[in-house]
């Protein structure tokens, strides 16, 4: 079974600052997607950005850029230029493909972006 | 929009009831997941339902069911309620069972309390 785990519970930063919310994961397999979440006070689901396992090249979407480490089971968030309403829920989660999309969720950093 | 309709956004029942929570995948989603998002437990894969059948299975107690009807919208059942099950009851939908994009819609989900 894959597990997530974001170690960093809550963090915060200043407006205009970058900011790095960490995910490791565990998995056997090789062939498998990973995705950053965000959940506003609003409580839906978005999704920020998505790396495929087998590409090199880390994703990056505006904003926001990921560290996928693969060898090392890491995939962190790089938020940059950070902005009042990145304020919410940040959740890591893991997608085996071979296990028809479901989604493994890590516990989640709560950011607060401060002006 | 994700395009993902959950009724109700909000329920309020008593210990031992049942209620029914319903979702409407994305126009073209064939795939409809259940994740039950509580303060304890995080968000926890349910059920996954792929054209009708049943798919995957996650941690689903025995007095919770689901089904996907035809028109592929879904239903999940929930039974002989307790405290513990006050939650934030999250259905998502994808194009298939191996979705080329990995990518999953949520629904802005049923916030279930249990008095």
């Known amino acids: 079974a894959q597990t997530v785990t974001q170690s960093q519970p809550e963090m915060s930063v200043q407006e205009a600052e970058t900011v790095t919310l960490s995910c490791t994961y565990d998995?056997?397999?090789?062939?498998?997607?990973l995705f950053w979440y965000k959940q506003p006070p609003s409580r839906q689901m978005i999704l920020v950005i998505r790396?495929?396992?087998?590409?090199?090249q880390n994703a990056t979407e505006n904003r926001f850029s990921v560290n996928f480490q693969k060898a090392a089971k890491s995939f962190s968030l790089k938020i940059s230029d950070s902005q009042l309403g990145d304020t919410a829920m940040y959740f890591c989660?893991?997608?085996?493909?071979?296990?028809?999309?479901?989604?493994?969720f890590g516990g989640g950093t709560r950011l607060m972006v401060k002006p | 929009d994700s395009g993902v309709t959950q009724t109700p956004k909000h329920l309020i029942t008593a210990t031992g009831q049942r209620v029914t929570l319903r979702c409407s995948p994305r126009?073209?989603?064939?795939?409809v997941y259940w994740y039950q998002q509580s303060l304890d437990q995080g968000l926890q894969f349910l059920i996954q339902?792929?054209?009708?059948?049943?798919?995957a299975k996650g941690n689903i107690l025995e007095r919770f069911s689901a089904q996907q009807f035809p028109d592929l919208h879904s239903e999940l059942n929930l039974s002989s309620l307790e405290l513990g099950d006050s939650a934030l009851y999250f259905c998502?939908?994808?194009?298939?069972?191996?979705?080329?994009?990995?990518?999953?819609?949520f629904g802005e989900g049923s916030r279930l309390t249990v008095l």
């Open positions: 989660a893991f997608m085996n493909n071979n296990a028809g999309n479901m989604l493994t």
């Open positions: 126009s073209g989603d064939l795939s």
């Open positions: 339902y792929y054209n009708g059948e049943e798919r």
């Open positions: 998502a939908s994808s194009v298939g069972g191996l979705a080329v994009t990995g990518e999953l819609f």
């Open positions: 998995t056997s397999e090789s062939n498998y997607y």
């Open positions: 790396q495929e396992a087998y590409k090199q």
